[in-house]
C-alpha cells in the first residue's frame, strides 16, 4: 500500500467505518478488521492521561463500556511511513477538538492503532 491513492482510499475507508459504528452504536464490524492480538492505545485523552487495551477481549470491552459518541472528519494529509498509515483528524460536533491516529497494517488487519489527542 504504497501509493498515495491506496492509502488515501484505506484511511477514508477507516473513518467511514468508525463514523458508520457511531451512528449505529455498534463497533463489532468497525472491530473485525483488528488483528485479535492488536493494541489500541489512546494518548492525552482528556481527564484520563492514556489508555491501552490489547487484544481483542480487552479493545471489544472498552468500545462496549465507552463508546465514542460523535463522528469524525479527515483533517489534513493522509501520510504512509513504512506499514503505517497517519491520519489526522476533527471530531464532527467540535472541530477544534483534533488528534492524530497512527494505523499499522498486517495482511490480516490493523495490529495497531494508537490516537493521540491534540
Same mark, same amino acid.
Given at each position: =500500500?504504497?501509493?498515495?491513492?491506496?492509502?488515501?482510499? @484505506?484511511?477514508?475507508?477507516?473513518?467511514?467505518? @468508525?463514523?458508520?459504528?457511531? =451512528?449505529?452504536?455498534?463497533?463489532?464490524?468497525?472491530?473485525?478488521? @483488528?488483528? &485479535? &492480538?492488536?493494541?489500541?492505545?489512546?494518548?492525552?485523552?482528556?481527564?484520563?492521561?492514556?489508555?491501552?487495551?490489547?487484544?481483542?477481549?480487552?479493545?471489544?470491552?472498552?468500545?462496549?463500556?465507552?463508546?465514542?459518541? &460523535?463522528?469524525?472528519?479527515?483533517?489534513?494529509?493522509?501520510?504512509?511511513?513504512?506499514?503505517?498509515?497517519?491520519?489526522?483528524?476533527?471530531?464532527?460536533?467540535?472541530?477544534?477538538?483534533?488528534?492524530? =491516529?497512527?494505523?499499522?497494517?498486517? &495482511?490480516?488487519?490493523?495490529?495497531?492503532?494508537?490516537?493521540?489527542?491534540?
Amino acid at each position: =500500500m504504497s501509493e498515495p491513492a491506496a492509502v488515501s482510499d @484505506f484511511a477514508e475507508q477507516h473513518v467511514a467505518a @468508525f463514523n458508520a459504528a457511531v =451512528m449505529a452504536g455498534d463497533f463489532a464490524a468497525f472491530l473485525d478488521g @483488528f488483528t &485479535d &492480538d492488536a493494541v489500541i492505545r489512546f494518548e492525552n485523552v482528556p481527564g484520563a492521561g492514556s489508555l491501552e487495551y490489547s487484544g481483542r477481549p480487552a479493545y471489544q470491552a472498552a468500545y462496549a463500556e465507552q463508546p465514542p459518541d &460523535d463522528q469524525l472528519e479527515i483533517a489534513g494529509t493522509v501520510e504512509h511511513q513504512g506499514s503505517d498509515v497517519i491520519i489526522p483528524f476533527a471530531w464532527r460536533r467540535d472541530p477544534g477538538s483534533r488528534g492524530i =491516529m497512527r494505523l499499522t497494517r498486517r &495482511d490480516e488487519g490493523i495490529s495497531k492503532l494508537t490516537v493521540t489527542f491534540l
